[in-house]
């Protein structure tokens, strides 16, 4: 069994910033690929950004140069920090463990203009 739960979510004006931690329980964590993913209203989920066991990095076009993903093995916890934030990042941000495959419940960024 595992455990995700997103925080750090809220309403920010644009051009503002966010930290959004995702703290991880019953898992295996530091061997693992975590990621952040999206979905605003009426779109699709996507993927913001992801982190490799080995510390290697992705993120979408979106957001380069904006956002940066990181992790702390010892806290069991992965963190993306958002800057420069815009209205178009406005949805509701999730945490993704690779393995098992598991999401946390999610929260809530609102970027407002």
């Known amino acids: 069994q595992v455990q995700l739960v997103e925080s750090g979510g809220g309403l920010v004006q644009a051009g503002g910033s966010l930290r959004l931690s995702c703290a991880a329980s019953g898992s295996i964590f530091s061997r693992n690929t975590m990621g952040w993913y999206r979905q605003a209203p009426g779109k699709q989920r996507e993927l913001v950004a992801s982190?490799?066991?080995?510390?290697?990095?992705n993120y979408a076009d979106s957001v380069k140069g904006r956002f940066t993903i990181s992790r702390d093995n010892a806290k069991n916890t992965v963190y993306l920090q958002m800057n420069s934030l815009k209205p178009e990042d406005t949805a509701v941000y999730y945490c993704?463990?690779?393995?098992?495959?598991?999401w946390g419940p999610g929260t809530q960024v609102t970027v407002s203009s």
């Open positions: 982190i490799t066991s080995g510390g290697s990095t």
């Open positions: 993704y463990l690779r393995i098992p495959g598991s």
